[in-house]
């Protein structure tokens, strides 16, 4: 493997620069570098800051950004000036301050690494003007990647018989951000979550024909459930398949399906509840 970094995209966000790079790497799959240009610094020198990520890594990233990102729009009134959240993520080979607040209404997150084995030297930080629009882009550049760097398998767990999808660390996980999914008495929800042939249409098909043929096959009373719980019209079928979508959560990471609007909740995130 390379021990150089090479140079993969480049972000404007809110007149901010940041440069991403990558190297492959035989156990994470891929390490990502991410930096920050000031070029209108003290004396016209350009100032790099930067952190550094796994691909494992990334995508946890992305999963609290995401939480951030709806902490922001639920947060009325906002505070002109003022602190929102703070949290610290623990990891393998480094350890991540998020630091998001206000400054005259507008989002501002500060993302410190601790010196760990994946930096030397103090610590390495980068500075997020809009938290929405850097999850979408490194989402997307993570999901690119991943697909290039880790392979997918099907395991099956022995005590339950469920085939889950993995890739890297993490399993597939089916949801609808848009109804409850699944909801249903017939099938057991382990199976509607992690079935290996719906998340490849989902992942590479994307025809909605398809995804509707293989649950009307292989889930019969699928759709019959979902009328009766929700009072849905039979007409209304397609705002599922349309909608269904991949989240990859990590293995023993616990999680919920919420019943309503089928979003999907970490243990880590505000709204998750134990009785």
């Known amino acids: 493997m390379s021990p150089y970094f ?33 070029a209108g610094a003290p004396g016209g020198k350009t100032v790099v800051n930067k952190i550094y990520a796994t691909l494992d890594v990334a995508t946890e990233l992305c999963e609290r950004l995401n939480a951030l990102e709806q902490l922001y729009r639920e947060s009325h009134p906002l505070p002109r000036n003022g602190r929102l ?15 998001f607040s206000v400054k005259e209404y507008r989002q501002n997150l500060e993302m410190t690494q601790s010196k760990k084995i994946l930096t030397r030297g103090p610590c390495d ?11 979408r882009e490194l989402l997307q550049l993570v999901e690119e990647l991943s697909n290039n760097y ?19 660390n993490r399993v597939a996980v089916i949801y609808c951000p848009v109804r409850p999914w699944p909801w249903t008495r017939s099938y057991p929800t382990e199976v509607l979550l992690f079935d290996p042939i719906l998340v490849e249409l ?29 009072n849905y019209d039979h007409n209304e079928w397609n705002i599922f398949y349309e909608n269904l979508k991949i989240r990859w959560i990590r293995r023993g990471q616990q999680f919920r399906i919420n019943e309503h609007l089928g979003t999907l909740s970490l243990k880590h995130e505000d709204h998750w509840f134990t009785a």
């Open 202 to 230: 989902i992942l590479f098909d994307r025809d909605v024909k398809k995804i509707r043929e293989h649950c009307d096959r292989t889930y019969p009373d699928l759709m019959v459930d979902a009328y009766v719980d929700m």
């Open 85 to 99: 959240h703070f949290e610290e993520i623990v990891e393998q080979d480094s350890t991540y301050k998020l630091d």
């Open 125 to 135: 930080s980068i500075n997020i003007p809009d938290v929405g629009e850097f999850r």
């Open 6 to 38: 090479t140079f993969f995209r480049k972000l404007t966000i809110r007149s901010k620069d940041f440069s991403i790079y990558c190297k492959p790497d035989a156990h994470h799959g891929a390490i990502l570098k991410i930096t920050q240009t000031n």
């Open 150 to 168: 880790l392979t997918l398998k099907i395991e099956t767990a022995d005590h339950s018989g469920f085939s889950k999808v993995i890739r890297g």
